[in-house]
């Protein structure tokens, strides 16, 4: 008897203690509801998604096993400054731009940008955005025995022959400069032209109103307006100052004839045609310069084609890839993309350009002068009225 009564005690312990179990099991993992119905929870909304309650608790768990961690939302809003990248936050860079991380592509004269994850670009200062090019400012010129260059403060310097006024530049402050024949204009910061030099059929007479770019030519010149439209004045004995219709992204002025890139980046060509100097090859371009009887232009592939007189080799262009092109008088030179100069045509000094880096090259008559990475200026060639002897200072 005393053994039936030792084992009847032994199962009420195991009952007891089984039950103390569940009771303690069923506090500690129960619903979020159990919890806030008893009034001691923090009163979770029983209607918050299992694992995302702020209360931490999770059903269905196992015994003592610890909760699961439910991972981070994935559409969940990267930092400020950050973009999602290949799935990861990072901070966007012009090197990892956008959902597909891409290398925003830098252009000439200018540096790469991502914002928002969209691939942009920001132009140096003395540069203009064209499509998407950024475009030179013309801050030197050769003429035909002059050079005119505007400074860094925007005032204007001439140097060379002075037959006609037109190494007397006007005071006042600029952003681009064309030297032509023995007359120059230059574009003001305010959107207007001043031209100087000789006057004769009015080819230093500029118009009115606002403009983009412009160009002096042997007679004449030739500017871009803000609505993209051209218009030229002074002698029109070819045909030269008549321009013709459409828009135009920039226009260069020869001896008698000139060339523009329209907006659809072709070239059209007005003027003498007298060796084929305005017949221009199709495709597309970034820039177009007129010489004396022949034209070049830089393709948007970097590539160099040259058309017109042919006598010296001004026309043969050399292989590889150039920033910019600059046709004179039977010899042309070019501004590769490393930014050394190439020059070809006339078997003289014009066409031996010196070493270094350049940011701009423009071939004249007999000269050529290029603006170094310093903004210091270096001319060379025919040197007969002091035109390929630059001042000193920055432009």
Known sequence: ??????????????????????????????????????????????????????????SGVDGGAPPAVTPPNPGAPCADGARLCGGVCKVESATSCGAACVACPAP????????????????????????????????????????????????????????????????????AVSAGGNHACALRTDGTIGCWGSNLNDRATAPAGTFRSLSAGNGFACAVKTDRTITCWGGNNSGQTTAPAGTFRSVSAGAGHACGVRSDETVTCWGSNMFGQTTAPAGTFRSVSAGLLHSCGVRTDGTIICWGGNQYGERTAPAGTFRSVSAGNGFTCGLRTDGSVSCWGYPDGRTVPPAGTFREVSAGQMHACGMKTDGTLTCWGGNSEGQSTPPGGVF
């Open 108 to 175: 000439t004269f200018g540096t790469a940008e991502c914002n928002k994850g969209v691939c942009g670009f920001a132009c140096e200062p003395g540069t203009y955005v064209e499509g998407s090019e950024c475009v030179v400012e013309p801050r030197i010129e050769s003429g035909w025995i002059f050079t005119c260059g505007v400074r860094t403060s925007g005032a204007l310097a001439c140097w060379g022959f002075n037959s006609a006024g037109q190494t007397t530049a006007p005071a006042g402050t600029f952003r």
């Open 1 to 58: 008897m005393i053994r039936s009564l030792i084992a009847a005690l032994v199962r009420m312990s195991c009952v007891a203690w089984v039950a103390a179990a569940v009771v303690l099991l069923s506090v500690g993992c129960g619903s979020a509801d159990d919890v806030a119905a008893d009034g001691d929870g923090p009163g979770v909304d029983p209607s918050a998604p299992v694992g995302t309650g702020s209360s931490g608790g999770a």
